[in-house]
């Protein structure tokens, strides 16, 4: 059971915005930055956001991160077909002493 | 730019070692903290744990999961990362990956290799 809460699947016709839960707790995302990873079949994971809303380097402002509380937000607007993909939550647990992830959502463009 | 390459995976059978190797280059290996991290088949990403730099006693921190039984090091001479896996079980059948840590978020990850622990 993972410690930062994710929904399993999210879907949305191509063009359109999909938003992505994740919620923990004030060990971890209240106290902490959050950052955002993708998993296209087969690959390696990617960073897309990272310290709760910035973008590296490459990835389009089509990405979006924010955290209000105990809980962050990734939104994906203008969706494409190679956005389909596992997307993950993470941050530092301080009581855990350890990095932890979100249980992954599946983005399905239909 | 930016390369990490793991390798050591293969078949193992339970309650055997192993021994993964991740080798980096692109940049100044010595100043990054690193990790691993792992994904079993069919299911999410998990931290596995990491080791800091020299100026922070290259402590290491890991997950619940594996405390005792795997250690991170590091060779700064090789640009090497290590992880050592003893006492493997099924459960720790994945795919390995290292990951750069930088200030809290992986922002360069190797290609990953593939642990199978079965009899």
């Known amino acids: 059971q993972s410690v930062l809460t994710q929904p399993p699947s999210v879907s949305a016709a191509p063009g359109q915005k999909v938003t992505i839960s994740c919620t923990g707790s004030s060990s971890n995302i209240e106290n902490n930055y959050v950052s955002w990873y993708q998993v296209l079949p087969g690959t390696a994971p990617k960073l897309l956001i990272y310290d709760n809303n910035n973008r590296p380097s490459g990835i389009p402002d089509r990405f979006s991160g924010s955290k209000s509380g105990t809980s962050a937000t990734l939104g994906i607007t203008g969706l494409q077909t190679g956005d389909e993909a596992d997307y993950y939550c993470g941050t530092w647990d301080s009581s855990l002493s350890g990095y932890v992830f979100g249980s992954g959502t599946r983005v399905t463009v239909l | 730019e930016v390369q990490l390459v793991e390798s050591g995976g293969g078949l193992v059978q339970p309650g055997g070692s192993l021994r993964l190797s991740c080798v980096a280059s692109?940049?100044?290996?010595?100043?990054?903290?690193m990790d691993w991290v792992r994904q079993a088949p069919g299911k999410g990403l998990e931290w596995v744990g990491r080791?800091?730099?020299?100026?922070?006693?290259?402590?290491?921190d890991y997950a619940a999961s594996v405390k005792g039984r795997f250690t991170i090091s590091r060779d700064d001479s090789k640009n090497s990362l290590y992880l050592q896996m003893n006492s493997l079980r099924t459960e720790d059948t994945a795919v390995y990956y290292c990951?750069?840590?930088?200030?809290?978020?992986?922002?360069?990850w190797g290609q990953g290799t593939l642990v199978t622990v079965s009899s």
């Open positions: 080791i800091k730099i020299r100026g922070d006693s290259y402590t290491t």
């Open positions: 692109g940049f100044t290996f010595s100043d990054y903290f």
């Open positions: 990951a750069r840590e930088n200030w809290y978020r992986f922002d360069y």
